[in-house]
């Protein structure tokens, strides 16, 4: 193998979808480690590494479990097979696309839900939340804290303080999928009860891990259910202790994890974590690239999806195309120029806009010089119509 020095990446188009994102050359290097034994005394404190450093990200000193997928799944299954029992209620606070995987998630595992639906652009608004929960008891509130497909940023910090004070026995769980690492969250402070999150966004790695952390709450709930777990692979009966064994120093087995992600996350992390800039730096960053591409969309004359800054997440960008223009009026163009962003997912308006990611390396490592490449090629195609 090469060594990390003489390691880079081959020459490739920039990479602005809301992920995969661009992943950094110590992190694909990490990634060709040589094949290592997942039982083995040199990958055990990686791995276990790898649980503490998940935590820092989310602020959850406490929370006992953070959980690596050993297969490529979403990790709503997580949450809908342990957590809620066939026959329980489950609100889901709908802000995209993802509300509706959620939904269908939980229903497959029997849940009852019910959606709190906010208009597009929006989030759904603290005095609806309350009168549901007034309403009916539920077992779990769940929300995107950034939908993917509208670039909509949910309050967490607001939607967990009014669960705790309107229904304290219900769980709060919270999809990071495109937030972690890339917009403000503390899990602890906050009193989120599950983050779920997965390796290709903010956390700057190659896709393949979904990533898991429950509070002790949470794992309360767990181990009080009456039911069977509906799932074996998903099930935190068979994943806690193989948990609880890697982060003590110990190997245990239940599912062949995926070692070498796991090298290129321990690389990811211990960058985001343990080198400059560190987390709160790193928000700071995500905050100025990201004003930095909403500047010059509105200076283009281009309407972002989230109707007002409050909704709007610091990873990403949702931009409606001007009257009479299509994906394929710019996606290809943007694309020429070497810039690939994606098209719109949310179905109701999916061909009316684009989506730019700007998490991790693309945001914080400003010497790449990735935030300035975008702003020139939107210019550029957008001055042109
Ligand atoms: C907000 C959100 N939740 C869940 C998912 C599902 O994650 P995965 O595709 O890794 O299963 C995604 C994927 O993009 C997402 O953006």
């Given at each position: 193998?090469?060594?990390?020095?003489?390691?880079?990446q081959?020459p490739?188009?920039?990479?602005?979808?809301?992920?995969?994102?661009?992943?950094a050359?110590?992190?694909?290097y990490?990634?060709?480690?040589?094949?290592?034994?997942?039982?083995s005394?040199?990958?055990?404190?990686?791995?276990?590494?790898?649980?503490?450093?998940?935590?820092?990200?989310?602020?959850?000193?406490?929370?006992p479990?953070?959980?690596?997928?050993?297969e490529?799944?979403?990790?709503?299954?997580?949450?809908?097979?342990?957590?809620?029992q066939?026959?329980?209620?489950?609100l889901?606070?709908?802000?995209?696309?993802?509300?509706?995987?959620?939904t269908?998630?939980?229903?497959?595992?029997g849940?009852?839900?019910?959606?709190?639906?906010?208009e597009?652009?929006?989030a759904?608004?603290?005095?609806?939340?309350?009168?549901?929960?007034?309403?009916?008891?539920?077992?779990?509130?769940?929300?995107t804290?950034?939908?993917?497909?509208?670039a909509?940023?949910?309050?967490?910090?607001?939607?967990?303080?009014?669960?705790?004070?309107?229904?304290?026995?219900?769980?709060?769980?919270?999809?990071?999928?495109?937030?972690?690492?890339?917009?403000?969250?503390?899990?602890?402070?906050?009193?989120?009860?599950?983050?779920?999150?997965?390796?290709?966004k903010?956390?700057?790695?190659?896709?393949?891990?979904?990533?898991?952390?429950?509070?002790?709450k949470?794992?309360?709930?767990?181990?009080?259910?009456?039911?069977?777990?509906?799932?074996?692979?998903?099930?935190?009966?068979?994943?806690?202790?193989?948990?609880?064994?890697?982060?003590s120093?110990k190997?245990?087995?239940?599912?062949?994890?995926?070692?070498?992600?796991?090298?290129a996350?321990?690389?990811?992390?211990?960058?985001?974590?343990k080198?400059?800039?560190?987390?709160?730096?790193?928000?700071q960053?995500?905050?100025?690239?990201?004003?930095?591409?909403?500047?010059?969309?509105a200076a283009?004359?281009?309407?972002?999806?989230?109707?007002?800054?409050?909704f709007?997440?610091?990873?990403m960008?949702?931009?409606?195309?001007p009257?009479?223009?299509?994906a394929a009026?710019?996606?290809?163009?943007?694309?020429?120029?070497?810039?690939?962003?994606?098209?719109?997912?949310?179905?109701?308006?999916?061909?009316?806009y684009f989506?730019?990611?700007?998490?991790?390396?693309?945001?914080?490592?400003?010497t790449?010089?990735?935030?300035?490449?975008?702003?020139?090629?939107?210019?550029?195609?957008?001055?042109?119509?």
């Open positions: 193998m090469t060594s990390l020095a003489e390691f880079k081959a490739h188009k920039l990479l602005v979808i809301p992920g995969p994102i661009e992943v050359d110590e992190v694909l990490a990634n060709a480690h040589p094949s290592m034994s997942h039982v005394p040199d990958f055990v404190p990686v791995f276990g590494d790898c649980l503490r450093m998940t935590r820092h990200v989310v602020s959850a000193r406490r929370a479990l953070s959980n690596f997928a050993s490529k799944s979403s990790c709503p299954r997580k949450v809908a097979a342990n957590l809620v066939p026959g329980e209620n489950a889901v606070l709908h802000s995209g696309y993802f509300g509706d995987s959620f269908e998630c939980l229903e497959t595992y849940a009852k839900v019910d959606q709190l639906k906010a597009i652009g929006a759904v608004s603290q005095e609806a939340i309350e009168s549901a929960l007034k309403a009916k008891k539920y077992r779990i509130v769940t929300f804290h950034v939908d993917t497909s509208t909509v940023l949910s309050d967490a910090k607001a939607i967990a303080a009014t669960v705790k004070r309107v229904s304290p026995d219900t769980l709060v769980i919270l999809d990071g999928v495109c937030s972690v690492a890339s917009e403000e969250l503390r899990m602890d402070a906050w009193g989120i009860d599950v983050v779920l999150t997965a390796s290709q903010g956390l700057g790695v190659p896709p393949g891990l979904s990533i898991l952390v429950a509070s002790p949470a794992i309360k709930v767990f181990e009080s259910r009456t039911a069977p777990v509906g799932s074996y692979y998903a099930s935190w009966k068979k994943w806690l202790p193989i948990m609880r064994a890697y982060e120093g190997p245990a087995y239940f599912a062949t994890p995926p070692v070498n992600l796991i090298y996350y321990h690389a990811s992390l211990t960058t985001i974590t080198k400059a800039p560190l987390l709160e730096e790193r928000f960053l995500h905050r100025a690239a990201s004003q930095q591409i909403k500047d010059t969309a283009l004359g281009l309407k972002q999806l989230a109707l007002n800054p409050a709007a997440a610091t990873g960008t949702a931009l409606y195309f009257a009479g223009v299509t009026d710019v996606l290809p163009k943007l694309g020429a120029k070497g810039i690939i962003a994606a098209g719109g997912l949310h179905a109701a308006i999916k061909d009316t989506r730019i990611g700007h998490m991790g390396i693309t945001a914080v490592d400003e790449r010089g990735d935030i300035q490449r975008v702003t020139t090629a939107l210019n550029e195609v957008f001055a042109a119509k």
